[in-house]
Structures are given as structure tokens and as C-alpha cells.
């Protein structure tokens, strides 16, 4: 059987249409990582989970570095302890300028929220998550 998109024979990579899009997603909650990656996983997303700022922002630097960039990020606005998803964001930002990142709070009033194209954010995943808002999200920010 024919493969309809083999592999570019210089490279070894998929056609950018058949690549799996890369989501690194930070909250501090392990039930909502776990949920999160589940859903997106379920739609064909190659997903990373972390439950801090400071390691969203490394693991986002290390896969840069080893080519393999994320497509998406989906940030927690407030994590109680560390650095919150909006402070991640501006990190990534300074050596990524063209980050895709979303920030998912439970939080509607936040000025981050309430303004996040203004902050420079691809898109908002308010919380609790329903399966099409959180993909729409990721497919409006790519």
C-alpha cells in the first residue's frame, strides 16, 4: 500500500499538514493536567504537562533548543505558590516573540482575561474546560 504522505526524503519529516501540533500545558492542579492532556491527546495533539511557571519556561526553552518547538501554550493565569501562567508567558516571550499562548483561568473579571489580545495571548481557555472551547482555542491560536 502506498503511503498518500511519505516522508520528505532529505529531511525524514512529515508534511507540515501531517505533523502533530505540540501543546505544553501548565496549570497546578494534577486533575486538570491530567483531564487537559487527555482531551487534547483525544484530538490528535502531542501534549507535555507541567505544574509550574518556572518549568513551563524550561521545558519551553529545552524543546526550542532541541528543534522541536511548541506550537501551543496553555498557561494557569494564578498558581497560589511560583510563578503564575501570565509571568511564564512574558518569560517565554523574551526569547520566543512569536509564542502562541492561551491563558486558562476560572477567573472571567481578570484584566488578562477580559483583555488577553492586548497582552499579546493567542486566546483564552476559561475554566472549567468544555472539550470544544479548549480544542477551539488551540486551533483559533494555531
Request: net charge neutral.
Given at each position: 500500500?502506498?503511503?498518500?504522505?511519505?516522508?520528505?526524503?532529505?529531511t525524514?519529516?512529515?508534511?507540515?499538514?501531517?505533523?502533530?501540533?505540540?501543546?505544553?500545558?501548565?496549570?497546578?492542579?494534577?486533575?486538570?493536567?491530567?483531564?487537559t492532556?487527555?482531551?487534547?491527546?483525544?484530538?490528535?495533539?502531542?501534549?507535555?504537562?507541567?505544574?509550574?511557571?518556572?518549568?513551563?519556561?524550561?521545558?519551553?526553552?529545552?524543546?526550542?533548543?532541541?528543534?522541536?518547538?511548541?506550537?501551543?501554550?496553555?498557561?494557569?493565569?494564578?498558581?497560589?505558590?511560583?510563578?503564575?501562567?501570565?509571568?511564564?508567558?512574558?518569560?517565554?516571550?523574551?526569547?520566543?516573540?512569536?509564542?502562541?499562548?492561551?491563558?486558562?483561568?476560572?477567573?472571567?473579571h481578570?484584566?488578562?482575561?477580559?483583555?488577553?489580545?492586548?497582552?499579546?495571548?493567542?486566546?483564552?481557555?476559561p475554566?472549567?474546560?468544555?472539550?470544544?472551547?479548549?480544542?477551539?482555542?488551540?486551533?483559533?491560536?494555531?
Amino acid at each position: 500500500m502506498q503511503d498518500l504522505h511519505p516522508k520528505n526524503p532529505l529531511t525524514g519529516e512529515l508534511p507540515p499538514e501531517k505533523k502533530k501540533r505540540r501543546v505544553l500545558v501548565m496549570d497546578d492542579e494534577s486533575s486538570i493536567l491530567e483531564l487537559t492532556e487527555r482531551m487534547l491527546k483525544s484530538h490528535g495533539y502531542e501534549v507535555e504537562i507541567t505544574n509550574n511557571g518556572n518549568a513551563a519556561v524550561t521545558q519551553y526553552r529545552a524543546a526550542m533548543e532541541a528543534g522541536r518547538r511548541f506550537d501551543v501554550v496553555i498557561l494557569d493565569l494564578t498558581v497560589p505558590e511560583g510563578m503564575g501562567g501570565f509571568e511564564a508567558f512574558k518569560a517565554m516571550q523574551a526569547f520566543d516573540p512569536g509564542i502562541r499562548a492561551i491563558v486558562s483561568s476560572g477567573y472571567s473579571h481578570e484584566p488578562v482575561v477580559v483583555n488577553y489580545k492586548k497582552y499579546g495571548l493567542a486566546g483564552i481557555a476559561p475554566k472549567p474546560y468544555r472539550v470544544k472551547d479548549l480544542v477551539g482555542a488551540v486551533e483559533n491560536a494555531l
